[in-house]
């Protein structure tokens, strides 16, 4: 008779709950003593970890490459809020712009709220939106905005301005961002086949409440 005998009330315990010796996977054997991992597999689960979180880090860093790289180009031209760019005779293939086309009139401009809220006025007949740094929706413009494609002043309020308030909500289309950078941008068709009679019709104007600053 053995010393250790199975005591007689012992229960069995299902293999399907412990945790075998060994586990292949496809970062390769995984090595356990009684339901412990050895110092080699520790490390590994924990390199695994980390390059998850980087994979992780990249991919939600990617909405935000492409908007630093627009600001920075739209600095070029002229600073925040003052300034509309305009394609005027269409984009081409040396365009460096993801998602637009060739066949569209464009009107882009970077926005701050950095010093308070923001009027953007948008004329009629525009088809656009206005998205933050990270290219999270605020507000669509134009056609498919609160003004329907008959143009109208959007108010775009940072994040600490309270949401609901009656004196800048009651003459504007509002629009909350909790970043303080948005990006605007809005399109036209060519009008009689002609793009440069759209400009014209096209151009948006941008301000802040306390002064205003038209760029054409």
């Not at 990617?62 to 920075?72: D, F, G, S, V």
């Not at 269409?90 to 066949?103: C, F, I, P, V, Y």
């Not at 008959?150 to 004196?167: E, F, I, M, V, W």
Request: net charge positive; charged share 20%; glycine share 8%.
């Amino acid at each position: 008779m053995s010393v250790y005998a199975r005591p007689t009330m012992a229960t069995e315990i299902p293999a399907s709950i412990t945790t075998p010796d060994t586990v292949e996977t496809r970062l390769g054997t995984l090595r356990f003593f009684d339901g412990l991992p050895d110092e080699a597999t520790v490390q590994t689960v924990y390199d695994n970890l980390d390059f998850q979180r980087a994979v992780q880090a990249f991919l939600l860093a990617m909405p935000y490459a492409p908007h630093h790289a627009l600001r920075t180009g739209f600095r070029a031209f002229g600073p925040d809020n003052r300034t509309i760019l305009i394609a005027e005779s269409l984009l081409d293939s040396r365009t460096l712009m993801h998602g637009a086309n060739t066949e569209t009139i464009y009107n882009f401009g970077w926005l701050d709220t950095h010093k308070g809220p923001l009027v953007v006025e948008v004329p009629p007949h525009v088809l656009g939106f206005i998205n933050d740094f990270w290219g999270r929706f605020v507000v669509d413009v134009g056609n498919a905005g609160p003004d329907k494609g008959q143009g109208g002043k959007y108010l775009l309020l940072p994040r600490t301005t309270p949401a609901r308030s009656p004196k800048v909500t009651s003459s504007y289309a509002p629009g909350r961002t909790a970043i303080c950078s948005p990006f605007a941008a809005s399109s036209s068709t060519v009008t009689c086949g002609a793009p440069s009679r759209t400009p014209n019709a096209t151009t948006a104007r941008t301000c802040s409440p306390r002064r205003r600053t038209d760029r054409r």
